[in-house]
């Protein structure tokens, strides 16, 4: 694949733009999560308090940070590793891939906050 100086203004400005709103996202389920931690019920299984049927086993800690703290690696991973993402580019229209990097990105983000809003219903 021919790489040109457009092509990688593109990847640039999109990178920038997919850097920033990840970490907005990540900062907003670290602070759900954190408010949830305040009310939520500090259990060694949370998971069987929000449903019973469940098997399994989860604690307070693991479900509500668990998905921010990846949320946290994966930004850190996008942000330090700009060249070897330009390099390593799976298809040629670069908005696909970011299209499909951001509906990822957004499904962690709707994990993390949904698991600190069902803590937040077993407190209130």
């Known amino acids: 694949?021919?790489?040109t100086d457009q092509s990688a203004?593109?990847?640039l400005r999109?990178?920038?733009?997919?850097?920033l709103h990840f970490g907005a996202a990540t900062v907003a389920a670290w602070l759900t999560s954190l408010y949830a931690s305040l009310y939520a019920?500090?259990?060694?299984n949370l998971a069987f308090l929000i449903d019973p049927s469940s098997y399994k086993v989860e604690s307070t800690w693991t479900y509500l940070f668990g998905f921010p703290l990846l949320m946290t690696v994966a930004?850190?991973?996008?942000?330090?590793?700009?060249?070897?993402?330009?390099?390593?580019?799976i298809r040629t229209h670069l908005v696909a891939e970011f299209a499909v990097a951001g509906a990822v990105a957004f499904m962690m983000f709707y994990l993390a906050v949904?698991?600190?809003v069902s803590?937040?219903?077993?407190?209130f």
């Open 1 to 3: 694949m021919v790489r």
């Open 9 to 11: 203004a593109e990847f």
């Open 14 to 19: 999109l990178h920038k733009a997919f850097v």
């Open 41 to 44: 019920p500090w259990v060694r």
């Open 75 to 89: 930004w850190l991973a996008v942000l330090f590793a700009r060249d070897m993402l330009f390099a390593t580019r």
């Open 114 to 116: 949904d698991r600190a």
């Open 119 to 123: 803590a937040l219903r077993l407190a």
